[in-house]
C-alpha cells in the first residue's frame, strides 16, 4: 500500500474523531447528564449489532474479494445472513412496543424505539458497504463514508440548538440516526459495482456455508473483547445511574482520541510488519517500535495527567469529574495500541488462539474489578477497573507472543505502564484531594521514561540525520 493510499485511509478516522472532540462540548452544554448516559448505551448496542449480526461474514468477505471475480454475488451471501438475524431481533422488540428504549434507557417509548432500529438497520449496511470502498482502495470515499454520520449529527444538533429551547433525547438519537441513514444513502451511491448483480451472472465459487466456517469462530473472540471494552459502562448505569454514566462516557469520548494514534500506527504497521515479516532484522524492528512506543504512550498519559484540569472549563459543572478520571480512561486505547507492536508474533504465527485466550482473560478481570469498584466509586472505579484490566492484556499478549515467537525486550514497557495506570488510578479515586502530588508524579514519569531512553533517543535522531545527509549527497552527484 502506498503512502498516500495509507494517508487517505486515515483521513476518516482521525477527522472523525477530532469531529467527536468537537461535538462533545456542544451535547455535553445541551442536553442533561441523563441523556448523554443514554446515548452511551445506545453505542453499546451498536457495536454489539455489529459484531453479533455481522457474524464474522465481513471479515470472509475481506478475504475472498481478491480472489471472486462475481464480487455482487459475493456480497450479497455476506450481507444477507446477517440482515436476517438482525430483522428478526428487531421484530422481536417490535412485538414488546418499547421493550428496546426500556433495555437501553430506563425508559419506554415505541416511537423511540423504532428510530433506534432504524439507526441499527443502516449502520449494519454501512458496515458492508463501507468494505467495497476498502477493498476497492477507494481511500477518500471510505474516510467520507467513517465522517458523514458524526458530520450530519453535528449539522441536525446545530438546528435544534437554533430552533428548540428544550433538548430531549428524542432529538439527540435522531440526530444519530439522520447521520446513519445519510451516511447509508451515499455509501448506496457511491459502490453500486460492488452490489449489483447482472442479471445471468452465475452465483460465485464461494459457497456461504464455507465463509460461515471462517467467520463464526471469530465471534467468541471478539465478543470477549467487546465485552472487556464495555462492560464498564454495564456497570456504571447498574451501580451508579445514569448521571454517573455520563461523566463516565464523556471522558471515555475524550479520551478517544488516543485511538487516532491506534488507528493511523495500525493502518501503517500492520502491511509494513507482515511485508517484513521474513526478514532476519524484523525482531530488532519490533523491539525499536515498542521503545519509541512505550516513549509515546508514557508521554501521551503524562502530557493528560498534567493539562486534564482544564476539562473544568470546557464542560458543564455536572461533568467535573471528567477530567479526573480521563487518565485512566486512557488506558483503553493507548494499552491496546501498545500491544499491537509488543504481540506482534502472533499474528506472524498464526497463532490467533493466544488473542481469544487474552481477551476471554481480560473480560474475567474486568468484571472482577467493576464488580469490586464500581458500587463504590462509580464512574472512577470503572476507569480504573477498565485501565487495569488492559495492562493486564497488554502483559497476556506479550508473553503469548513471546512464547510462540521470540523474546524482545518488554519489562520497561511492563513497568512504565503499570506506573502510568496506578497514577491514573490515583487521580480517579482521589479526585482533587492529590491535585499537587498527581502533578509531581506525572512529571517524575515523563522525566523518567525520556531520561531512560536519551542513549536510544539520541541514537535514532542521529541515525536519522545521517540518512538525510547521504540522500542529500546521493542526489548531489546525480
Not at 449 to 470: G, M, P, Y
Amino acid at each position: 500500500m502506498k503512502a498516500s493510499q495509507i494517508l487517505a485511509f486515515a483521513v476518516g478516522p482521525v477527522a472523525n474523531a477530532l469531529l467527536g472532540l468537537a461535538t462533545l462540548p456542544l451535547v455535553a452544554w445541551l442536553f442533561t447528564p441523563e441523556d448523554v448516559g443514554r446515548m452511551s448505551m445506545l453505542n453499546v448496542a451498536l457495536s454489539f449489532c455489529l459484531l453479533f449480526c455481522s457474524l464474522g461474514l465481513d471479515q470472509a468477505y475481506v478475504r475472498e474479494f481478491h480472489a471472486e471475480t462475481h464480487r455482487g454475488a459475493l456480497f450479497k451471501k455476506v450481507l444477507l445472513p446477517g440482515l436476517v438475524v438482525l430483522l428478526v431481533i428487531c421484530i422481536g422488540f417490535t412485538l414488546v412496543p418499547g421493550s428496546l428504549t426500556l433495555l437501553l434507557t430506563g425508559q419506554r417509548d415505541t416511537s423511540l424505539s423504532l428510530l433506534i432500529m432504524a439507526g441499527l438497520l443502516c449502520a449494519f449496511l454501512s458496515r458492508f458497504l463501507s468494505l467495497i470502498l476498502r477493498m476497492q482502495g477507494r481511500g477518500l470515499a471510505f474516510s467520507l463514508s467513517q465522517l458523514m454520520p458524526r458530520l450530519i449529527m453535528l449539522c441536525a444538533t446545530g438546528v435544534y440548538t437554533t430552533f428548540y429551547t428544550k433538548h430531549t433525547l428524542m432529538q439527540l438519537v435522531s440526530a444519530w440516526a439522520l447521520g446513519l441513514m445519510v451516511a447509508t444513502g451515499v455509501l448506496i451511491w457511491l459502490t453500486p459495482g460492488g452490489w449489483k448483480i447482472p442479471r445471468g451472472s452465475p452465483a460465485g465459487s464461494v459457497r456461504l456455508k464455507d465463509m460461515l466456517r471462517f467467520g463464526l469462530p471469530l465471534i467468541p473472540g471478539g465478543m470477549a473483547f467487546w465485552g472487556a471494552s464495555t462492560i464498564d459502562r454495564v456497570f456504571v448505569r447498574t451501580y451508579a445511574g445514569f448521571d454517573e454514566l455520563a461523566v463516565f462516557s464523556v471522558a471515555i469520548s475524550v479520551a478517544g482520541v488516543a485511538g487516532i494514534l491506534q488507528t493511523v500506527f495500525t493502518t501503517v504497521w500492520t502491511p509494513v510488519i507482515y511485508q517484513r515479516a521474513e526478514d532476519a532484522d524484523v525482531a530488532e524492528i519490533v523491539s525499536k517500535i515498542t521503545r519509541w512506543m512505550t516513549i509515546a504512550v508514557v508521554s501521551m498519559f503524562c502530557i493528560v495527567g498534567l493539562l486534564s484540569w482544564t476539562l473544568r472549563y470546557i464542560l458543564p459543572s455536572g461533568y467535573a469529574a471528567t477530567g479526573h478520571i480521563l487518565a485512566s480512561c486512557l488506558g483503553f486505547p493507548l494499552l491496546l495500541t501498545l500491544s499491537e507492536v509488543t504481540s506482534v508474533g502472533i499474528g506472524l504465527r498464526r497463532k490467533t488462539l493466544y488473542l481469544l485466550m487474552a481477551s476471554a482473560v481480560t473480560l474475567g478481570v474486568n468484571i472482577a474489578l467493576n464488580a469490586a469498584l464500581v458500587p463504590a466509586t462509580g464512574a472512577g472505579g470503572a476507569a480504573v477497573a477498565t485501565s487495569l484490566s488492559f495492562w493486564f492484556f497488554l502483559v497476556l499478549r506479550t508473553e503469548f507472543s513471546v512464547r510462540v515467537w521470540q523474546k524482545t525486550p518488554r519489562f520497561e514497557a511492563y513497568i512504565f505502564m503499570l506506573l502510568c495506570v496506578c497514577a491514573a488510578a490515583m487521580s480517579s479515586l482521589t479526585g482533587n484531594k492529590a491535585e499537587g502530588l498527581l502533578t509531581g508524579i506525572w512529571l517524575m514519569l515523563l522525566v523518567s521514561v525520556l531520561l531512560c531512553n536519551r542513549r536510544f533517543i539520541w541514537a535514532e535522531i542521529s541515525s536519522f540525520r545521517q540518512e538525510i545527509k547521504q540522500k542529500k549527497t546521493e542526489s548531489c552527484h546525480r
